[in-house]
Structure formats: C-alpha cells, structure tokens
C-alpha cells in the first residue's frame, strides 16, 4: 500500500516560522486545484508523445519506445552478464536466473559476449521487479536524477510502426510494451517554483528540465541553500558566519537536507565541521523547515505523476493491485522522503483514499538497473 498513505501532515507551518518561510510554503506546495492542473499537463503530454516525437528540447516528456515487447513472467532463466554504467558507478553483475528467481554476483571476466538488450536504467528497475511480482506496471528513479517508465498498450504508441519481430525483443505478437517517458523534461506553467529555482535553472542548462531541478537529489540541497541565503541576507537572526556558509553555491548537500528532515540529530550536529560556528535555536528551526519545504514538494510532483500515469492507464476506474518499482539514493535513504510521497498519493484520491492506496505498492528495487538487464536479455531469448 502507499507508505504511511492516510498519515495527515500540517497545512500551516507553525505559529514560531518565520513569515519569510511562510512565504515559500505559499510558493512551493501546490494547492489541491494546482496538483489538479500539473496532473493534467501531464497527461496531456503523454498522451502527445505517444502520438508524435517530441522536440528534445528539455521542455516536454519524450515518450520513448523502448521496444520492449516481451515482458518477464517469472520463468526466466540462464546466465547473464549485465553491466551497469550508472551516473556515479560503473558495474559488471553476473546473474544467474533459475527457477529460484535469481543469483547477482559481481565478477571481472576476459570473455567474448553477445549483447542481447540494451535499456535505461528505468526501464531496468521495472523490468527487474516485474519479474518477481507480475503486477509490477511503472519503474521509477529517484536519486540524483529522476525519470520513470510504465507498462502502455502498444495500439496507444501511435508513432512506432510496431511490426512483430522488427526492432523489439521477441518475435511474437505482443500487445504491451515499456515506454520510457523521460519525465525530467516535463514542463508546465503550474509548476510551483521560486526565485531561488530560477537562479538553479539559469545556472544549469537554463530554461529545460524544470521537473527534474524540482524533484532530484542533485537540485533538492542547492536550493534549499539558496532559499537560506535569501532568508538570512533579510533577517538579523542569522550568525554573520553561518550566512558567509550559505552563500557558497552547493553550501548544503541533499544528504543533509534528508538527514535534517529525518530528525538525524539536531540541524547542527548534522552540519557540524561544515558551517563553523553554532546555530542558535531559530536558526535551527529555520533549517529545517525550509528543508521539509523542498522535500515535501519534490514528493508532492512525484506523486502528481504517478497519478498521471495511472489515470491513463484507466486505473482509477477499474482498480487494481498495482506495483511500483523505485529505485535511486533519495528514495533509498530518505525515509521522511518515502512517507511524504504516500501522504501526497493519499491526498490526491481524496476521498477515495481508503479505497485506493492499499491497492498500490511502492517497493524499492535495489540494483533494478542491472537485474532488469539480465531478465531482459533472457525473456528476449525465450
């Protein structure tokens, strides 16, 4: 079900917060009407980029074909050897598939190979959990970047002239493929930004990727520094050298914005040895909240698209139990983070919540990238 799905969270920031902070809650959680705007939007650009290219432009969902064709159910078998070149890692897995589901090992080998499948990361994670649970329809990743790919009917991906056995995995009639929606690049005029987003985008690669700058962990800590830095150049209650600190671009890693929402100790132990001096009680609280701020939003439009895609998908008229795969460092190792994104889900179905979010699944798909390689290769080979 949605992780901690019907917990309630607080529509005002405390009596306490600084008017500054009450500020950006204003600016960067949406509104129920504005959630319903953004989940539109997207929708709308699915639907597109199933119909036609996109312009790979940064600002629209590309609606890739995978050209997979050939799901996994769960009786792969043989050995494989996947390799998984990730944004930080680079990794060799062996993968031995069996009726036991799966052996992974990591080995170096001076062998001669064929290559039998080559897929997004995304697409790994849910290739790679489908195998172990068929209900498994939407992959996503969450960590330093973010993207997400999902189970669609091939007759809806008008653009692919799909012909049996040309160009995909398998060579029997299939009516389901992956499409990766590449969901970064996914634009509207209802995403909830601040000042603070607009110096990040003008920095890097202006202008495109407004969905992942919103939601990724490699964005989430830069600006909640920036917002800081605002914060404490208008208010006197700032220690002159923890100001100088927060000027500094990249001052505050999202490591330690999820450390400080996950309550890991108090704002200044996690910061110790990086702001050099103390943190008076304000602007611990400060910290923090700006922190749960960011958070919480990024969550927020992750759980709008995941609507999204269920809505085309038809599953809020007929519903059924669903499996979301996720992968990626800040799903992993943000726990607050995995709470808010059920909070957000639940509040999205409204009354229907009850209902609804025991019918969905999140599941983390650890190493799904390389895993999903391997199954791919071996479904492909049946």
Not at 40 to 67: C, N, W
Not at 265 to 280: K, N
Request: one cysteine or more.
């Amino acid at each position: 079900m949605c992780p901690n799905a019907l917990i309630p969270y607080p529509a005002h920031l405390p009596e306490t917060c600084d008017h500054r902070v009450v500020q950006y809650r204003l600016a960067l959680i949406p509104s129920s009407e504005k959630m319903g705007l953004l989940k539109a939007d997207f929708i709308h650009q699915m639907e597109e980029g199933l119909s036609r290219r996109m312009p790979e432009d940064g600002k629209h969902v590309l609606m890739l074909p995978t050209y997979v064709t050939r799901l996994p159910d769960g009786f792969e078998s043989g050995d494989c050897y996947a390799i998984d070149m990730g944004g930080t890692n680079f990794r060799v897995m062996y993968v031995r598939l069996s009726k036991q589901k799966c052996v992974v090992a990591l080995e170096r080998a001076d062998m001669r190979v064929h290559i039998a499948a080559l897929l997004n990361d995304t697409v790994g994670v849910l290739v790679a959990q489908r195998y172990l649970d068929p209900d498994t329809s939407i992959g996503i990743i969450i960590g330093t970047g973010t993207n997400a790919c999902y189970v669609e009917d091939i007759s809806r991906v008008t653009k692919w002239d799909y012909q049996p056995g040309v160009g995909s995995t398998g060579s029997d009639p299939s009516t389901s493929t992956c499409i990766n929606i590449e969901w970064g690049g996914f634009s509207s005029p209802s995403l909830p930004r601040c000042k603070e987003d607009e110096e990040e985008d003008a920095e890097n690669h202006a202008g495109k990727h407004h969905f992942e700058k919103l939601v990724s962990g490699m964005f989430m800590g830069s600006v909640a520094g920036r917002i800081l830095s605002t914060i404490a150049g208008k208010g006197a209650f700032f220690h002159p050298t923890f100001k100088a600190w927060l000027a500094r671009t990249g001052s505050l890693p999202t490591a330690n914005l999820a450390a400080i929402v996950d309550g890991e100790g108090s704002v200044a132990s996690v910061l110790v040895g990086s702001v050099g001096c103390g943190m008076t009680a304000r602007e611990e609280e400060t910290v923090q909240q700006v922190c749960q701020l960011v958070a919480r939003r990024s969550a927020m439009l992750v759980a709008v698209a995941i609507d999204g895609i269920l809505t085309h998908n038809g599953w809020h008229a007929r519903p059924v139990r669903a499996t979301i795969a996720v992968d990626g460092g800040v799903y992993k190792k943000f726990r607050r983070y995995r709470e808010m994104l059920g909070e957000a889900f639940a509040e999205l179905q409204g009354d229907k919540a009850a209902e609804l979010c025991p019918l969905l699944n999140f599941t983390l798909s650890t190493d799904g990238s390389g895993l999903g390689a391997a199954v791919l290769a071996a479904a492909a080979a049946k």
